[in-house]
């Protein structure tokens, strides 16, 4: 597994590339201060051609509106790339975030 730790190790969306497999792990706060991060994050991904897009929900405490649609947009751009999406290490909070959103149903999750 390579992981891009030069580029978004300090920052609150990590990526993780395994061969079709990318992983973009949350870290902290998401909110509208980090969402472009995670929108480069899955662009990059989604241009290396991954087959399968894990957005990985373990080590994150707070999300807002603006994350809720940041993955929005990333579901719409797996989709039209053809890549499955997941979400990953969903905590019962922020499923119920998922829930109240509508969004559970849009994703495939993960507990």
């Known amino acids: 597994m390579r992981r891009d730790e030069d580029i978004h190790s300090s920052t609150p969306v990590r ?4 061969g079709e497999i990318g992983r973009i792990r949350l870290h902290g706060e998401i909110d509208h201060t980090a969402v472009e991060q995670l929108d480069r994050a899955v662009a990059e991904l989604l241009d290396k051609g991954v087959g399968s897009l894990v957005v990985d929900f373990a080590d994150l405490s707070f999300f807002d509106s603006a994350c809720v649609s940041a993955l929005v947009r990333a579901r719409a751009l797996a989709e039209e790339r053809g890549s499955a999406i997941t979400l990953a290490n969903v905590d019962r909070y922020a499923r119920r975030i998922l829930d109240l959103t509508g969004l559970s149903a849009a ?4 507990d």
Request: net charge negative; aromatic share 12%.
């Open 15 to 18: 990526v993780e590339l395994d």
């Open 107 to 110: 994703f495939r999750i993960e």
